[in-house]
Each structure stands twice: as C-alpha cells, then as structure tokens.
C-alpha cells in the first residue's frame, strides 16, 4: 500500500492511494483517493471534540435495592429522594404531574411515549406540581396540540422538577410489582457517588411522614367554578337545589370541586387542620373529606376531625378521605405492595352488580375485616379485592377509594356526586 499524508494549517488534509488487488501477474490495478480533514488550533493542536448532535445519559436512578439506571435528563436538575411508584393512564400526564396525592413520590408511566401534546394551563389539578420527579421512556421531541402552552421539559424547569427519560420503563415496573414501591434517588449531580446515593435511598422512608400540612391550603377560601361546558357530561336530571357543602383539603383536586359545583354545591374549602368544632358552626349540607398524600395513620389529627363528625352530618370521603373514615371508625389501614395508580382499575360496585373503570391513585388501604358492625363495604377493587367503597346510613356516609371525577380517567363513577346530593338531601327533608 502506497500512502501519502500532507498536512495543512488550519485543515490536515490526508491523501491516501492505495492499490486493490494488486496482483504481480495482472496488469489490472484499481484505485482509489480518500481524503480526512479535522480542525486544528493555531498551534497546530486538535481543538477538541465536536458537540454530539444527541443527548447523552447525564442522570441516574438508583433504587434501594442497589440497583442503578442511566438515563437521560429533562427538566429540573439536581437530586431528589422519593418513592417510585408506576402510573398505568395513557393520557393525562398534565393532570397527574399536579395532583397533589403525588406528593414525595417518583411517578413512572407505563405508557412510553409522554409529551407529545405538551402541556396547557386549564389542564392543572392544583396550583403547583407536588411530585418529586418524572420517570418515562420517551420524551417527545415536538407537541401537537392547539391548547399546548409549552413544552413539558419547560413546564417541569420553570417548577423545579426532575425529570429523566430513555430508561428502561418496562424492567423497572416489573421490579416493582416483583418486590414493591421502592425508594429511589434521582440524581444529574456527577459528584454525588453511586454509593451516596444508595445510602440516601435506604435511610430516607415514606412511611409514617405527614406529607398532608405540606399540600392543604392554609385558610378557607369559597370554590365557585364548575366544570366548563364544553368538557361538561352527564348533566342529566340534576338536582337544581344548592347544598352548602364544606370540604376538607388533605390535597384536594381541582376537578373534584368543579364536580360538586356542577351538581350545585356551594363549596367553602378549609385547611386540613379544621377543627371540626369550626366546620359544625357553619352548619354545611355536608362534609367531604378529599384524597391527599402518605400515610393516613401519620395524620391523627384529621382522624379525630373525621371522628367528631360522622353521624352528625353527611359525608362523603374520597381516596384519603376514605381511608381515614375507615380509621375514624374503628378500621385499621395497611400499606399495599405496590398501590393503584392508573386510569384502567375495573371495581365492582355491590349494590348494582355494575362494574366501573375508575381512576385510582394510593398506596393504603382499608381493611374491611376490621370495620364495625353497621358498615357496608359498596365497592371492591377487581384487581386485587380490596376495599374500594363503604357506606353506612345510620351514620350518613359514603367513600369510595378511588377519583370519581376521574381527570384523567373515565365518567363511570360520576354519578357518585349526585348519590351524595341524595344523601344531603334525605337529612335536609328529615330535618
């Protein structure tokens, strides 16, 4: 081989001839002229590597199971301690990033491609995003919607929030549903060892944490938007009386006000430390007690709420507000293996025979065998068989594990709102 190298300032130029097959007995020879060219400093030195067109992995996942995922990152940087927990909803990720029940969690979607529609303002479940991050496996690259604001990288910066992306979604999950939430540190920090992050992951818990104070509301405040109408259903045979109804915000959801204002509730909403000496004075229709965060054993303050005011008026107990009716009346509550997050959970209402797709969002439960004589278990998680929906009308309540107003999710279990109206109602005529 014949080569030949000429270089060049501020282009190297390399000229290489080379005979192919040469054979000594042919006189067939066939050539070829390559040329490379690479920038050079004025001294003659490479300038260095030319930026990558792509992304590289600049984030990490480390689980306390010691086992630790690269990734790319989006979104806020930094770290960040949370339990991870997977989201089975196809859509609705806007919805998801900013309910409040989310609150010291990591929330992976199952679903694997997220932000194609970007994200728009009247889409948000409350003020702010209370999640601490966001695993998914592909991030879009473009949006495609006319409500679209901006971008999800942007919205999750400008509000503090990690993200990663290109990580395997699928073997993570199957982890989870094989060994049970994890706890997990999120970290773009290069300083910070596998092995400190490891150790965050195993002496930081969940369990036991009153994440409530942290998302309630610090003063009442009066709720008057209903749901608009062109995103309004099932509107059919509603009750046109208004019912002054006072909820309690242990993380309460926009779309669960709006609900109860569609159906003609007068709302006033007060901080989750209400006493309930307070809520009685204003002599409401009736109480709700909204979903919210954690561990509703952590919160004993809000169970003696419950407590004082079941049987007294009616109400109505969602997602937490279920789980601490249960607590309020004698039942205890456990902690599942992996929870209930999506918008595909099939329930069994009992009363009905009807099945329902609802949208779930916990991680605790009640347990039916430890509840009084007098309580009807009304609703049974088909997954799994727990506990979904209790009542009892000697005392005036009702509660449903999971999101009636479901955003996102399906209608099927709207019409609960008006069975609560009913429920005020019948108090309002015996009185």
């Not at 300032?9 to 054979?23: D, E, G, Q, Y």
């Not at 001294?43 to 790319?72: F, H, Q, T």
């Not at 409500?147 to 989870?176: F, H, P, Q, S």
């Not at 937490?320 to 509550?333: E, F």
Request: with cysteine; aromatic share 8%.
């Amino acid at each position: 081989m014949d080569c030949s190298i000429r270089i060049q300032n501020p282009l190297s130029t390399t000229t290489i001839t080379s005979a192919l097959f040469s054979n000594k007995k042919s006189a067939n020879f066939r050539v070829f002229t390559v040329r490379c060219s690479k920038i050079l400093s004025s001294d003659g030195a490479p300038s260095g590597l030319v930026e990558r067109p792509w992304k590289v992995a600049d984030a990490r996942l480390v689980l306390e199971d010691g086992s630790i995922w690269k990734a790319k990152s989006f979104g806020a940087s930094g770290t960040q301690v949370g339990e991870v927990v997977f989201n089975t909803s196809l859509t609705g990720y806007q919805e998801i990033l900013t309910d409040p029940s989310y609150a010291g969690q990591f929330v992976l979607m199952t679903n694997p491609h997220i932000g194609n529609t970007g994200v728009n303002f009247g889409d948000e479940e409350s003020m702010q995003c209370f999640l601490a991050g966001l695993v998914i496996r592909s991030l879009s690259i473009s949006t495609s919607n006319w409500r679209c604001k901006e971008t999800l990288d942007e919205y999750l910066a400008k509000r503090n929030i990690m993200g990663i992306y290109d990580v395997d979604t699928r073997a993570i999950t199957r982890r989870l549903r094989q060994d049970g939430s994890l706890i997990g540190v999120l970290s773009t920090e290069n300083s910070k060892t596998d092995e400190e992050l490891l150790e965050m992951s195993r002496t930081w818990d969940i369990v036991g944490v009153d994440l409530i104070s942290g998302v309630s509301c610090k003063s009442p405040y009066e709720w008057v938007d209903r749901t608009a109408s062109d995103w309004d259903f099932n509107d059919n045979g509603r009750n046109k009386e208004t019912f002054n109804v006072v909820a309690y915000d242990f993380g309460i959801k926009h779309n669960i006000l709006r609900r109860l204002a569609s159906y003609g509730c007068k709302i006033t909403v007060v901080p989750s430390t209400w006493p309930a000496s307070e809520t009685l004075k204003m002599k409401p229709d009736g109480v709700l007690f909204s979903n919210g965060p954690g561990d509703p054993s952590a919160v004993p303050y809000a169970v003696e709420a419950v407590k004082e005011l079941i049987g007294k008026i009616p109400v109505f107990g969602i997602c937490m507000g279920h789980q601490l009716l249960g607590q309020a009346l004698g039942g205890k509550t456990f902690k599942m293996k992996f929870g209930h997050h999506g918008g595909n959970h099939p329930v069994r209402n009992l009363r009905n025979g009807c099945v329902e797709i609802s949208a779930q969002n916990h991680n605790y439960a009640v347990d039916p065998e430890s509840l009084p004589e007098g309580v009807e278990v009304t609703h049974v998680n088909l997954n799994d068989g727990s506990c979904a929906g209790l009542a009892s009308s000697k005392m005036k309540l009702m509660s449903l594990q999971y999101h009636p107003e479901a955003s996102p999710g399906p209608h099927d279990s709207d019409p609960v709102f008006g069975e609560f109206i009913q429920l005020m109602k019948q108090e309002k005529v015996k009185a």
